[in-house]
């Protein structure tokens, strides 16, 4: 009880005591139930001012992902040389419609969808977590979900899992309409892992995974619990109290849970947040098994190291969707396609030297003294680029592909779309 409700006790007691020895009894009686009455009535509407207030947090808890940030429409680019344009300058163009670029056509919807999301929004009064977002996922792969802290990820899992109503727009998850009449038909078919597993501590491994298997109202649940602590290699941790775990074992005891009821969607958010580099291998490891059983994983993550190496396609979401795709075509995308030189010695007159090469589009010299080169095509180019240095005298130390990592990509469109475009 809070201190104010203590105070009003308080009086109310002392008043009824007043009432009874002070008075004479029929009055004594009428003001002991009078204040008695007065009592129940302030304590009631004090709960429910109380409960409005809880509603509202609630609500605003329910949006720990949410931006006030104005979104923009997803555009997709052509994977071809773009002269001498730059990735921030490709970025700006995916996020703003602007500049030479075609939209490449939407990945078609095929029958393996497993999730499909078309114009989906969700907002919390003025606050826009997400907004007209659309993309589909394709059953048995690990799809990334990124973006910035209040990007609306988790917002979007919340109401793909049904655990939040869409504003505007439609779904669909293990086939099966997002309408708020089907909430226990997709309950069924998925299962959650928040960053948090919500274990109860004082509880054996064993024992919480028996208490989460009796709301799916399982009779039986012992071989089920067997096959999850299997899965996720905790069967001599079974009789352990959850207490005494690690965080990496926590985390692997909610994927137990999370695998009870044999999902078709498993949604994880930040499996992997806080965990050592052991522990988060050992995610890693559980999650690239779930797709060799064909379990879809919608995969939220802000480690792009983890998303390169786990995810087929990744979505890259800051309050709207910038792009998705495989990470190797938005790669292709966002870069131009490169060669990196390195040399013992400078080059007396790399730009005679390069201008001459037909392959090369530009080139300029990297903070370590090499040379990047820009080219239409890596395979033709690069024996020619070799050729015209050993004629050209220099001694070659390497001649290597460039390659553009997910982050870099990642970075590029995120900090366009925060600039709005303005480039």
Not at 94 to 112: C, H, K, L, M, W
Not at 228 to 247: F, H, P, Q, Y
Not at 351 to 359: E, G, K, Q, W, Y
Request: net charge negative; glycine share 8%; proline share 4%.
């Amino acid at each position: 009880m809070t201190r104010q409700g203590w105070l009003i006790t308080a009086v109310a007691l002392g008043c009824a005591i007043g009432a009874l020895t002070g008075v004479k009894k029929p009055v004594g009686d009428i003001l002991f139930v009078s204040v008695i009455v007065l009592y129940l009535a302030v304590a009631y509407s004090l709960g429910g001012a109380k409960r409005q207030v809880d509603a509202k947090v609630r609500e605003s808890d329910a949006d720990d992902d949410h931006s006030l940030e104005d979104g923009v429409a997803r555009v997709t680019v052509p994977p071809e040389i773009y002269g001498s344009q730059t990735p921030r300058e490709i970025a700006n163009a995916i996020v703003t419609r602007s500049g030479n670029f075609s939209t490449a056509p939407q990945d078609e919807v095929t029958s393996d969808s497993v999730i499909v999301v078309e114009h989906l929004t969700k907002q919390f009064g003025q606050r826009v977590a997400f907004e007209d977002v659309s993309f589909h996922v394709r059953r048995g792969e690990v799809f990334g979900f990124l973006g910035p802290n209040g990007a609306g990820k988790t917002t979007t899992v919340r109401t793909l899992s049904t655990l939040v109503t869409p504003t505007s727009g439609s779904a669909e998850v293990a086939g099966i309409p997002l309408d708020g009449g089907h909430d226990i038909e997709i309950r069924q078919r998925i299962a959650v892992m928040t960053e948090v597993p919500g274990l109860y501590l004082r509880l054996s491994v064993t024992e919480n995974l028996v208490f989460f298997a009796g709301l799916y109202s399982y009779r039986d649940a012992q071989p089920r619990i067997d096959r999850a602590l299997e899965a996720v290699n905790l069967s001599s941790r079974a009789n352990d109290l959850c207490g005494s775990l690690s965080k990496g074992l926590r985390q692997r005891v909610g994927l137990a849970r999370a695998l009870l009821s044999d999902p078709e969607i498993v949604f994880l958010d930040e499996p992997t947040a806080g965990l050592d580099p052991v522990a988060s291998l050992e995610v890693q490891n559980l999650i690239n098994a779930l797709r060799a059983k064909g379990v879809t994983v919608f995969l939220t993550t802000h480690r792009l190291d983890e998303a390169e190496k786990l995810c087929d396609r990744v979505a890259i979401l800051n309050t709207t969707l910038r792009t998705v795709g495989r990470i190797d075509d938005l790669r292709q995308r966002m870069f131009h396609k490169s060669i990196l030189v390195t040399t013992v010695d400078p080059l007396p007159d790399p730009d005679r030297l390069f201008s001459a090469i037909d392959d090369v589009a530009s080139w300029t010299k990297d903070v370590t003294g090499g040379y990047v080169l820009v080219v239409s095509d890596v395979r033709v180019a690069a024996p020619a680029i070799t050729r015209a240095l050993v004629a050209g005298g220099a001694d070659v130390l390497s001649l290597a592909e460039g390659h553009h990592s997910l982050e870099e990509v990642y970075l590029e469109l995120v900090g366009a779309a925060g600039q709005g475009g303005e480039q």
